[in-house]
């Protein structure tokens, strides 16, 4: 996992995001980690919900998280 999606993830455990909850990028902060977002999307570890700028951690993603450092 690259660095990007690494800070994705770090941002998903900054908030206590469990599988299922949607958490919310806008502004400046979507536009930084839309790459990211969108990897972390095609490897089936974050769902991109119908609300701009949501994603939801899958099981695989919440795992994922917490083996980020």
Do not use: D, I, W
């Not at 536009?31 to 994603?55: I, P, R, S």
């Amino acid at each position: 996992m690259n660095t990007a999606e690494q800070r994705v993830l770090r941002t998903f455990r900054q908030f206590l995001v469990t599988p299922g909850q949607m958490l919310c990028f806008h502004g400046p902060n979507l536009n930084q980690h839309q790459a990211a977002l969108n990897q972390l999307t095609e490897k089936e570890l974050l769902v991109k919900e119908q609300f701009k700028g949501g994603y939801s951690l899958t099981k695989a993603g919440f795992l994922a998280m917490n083996n980020c450092n």
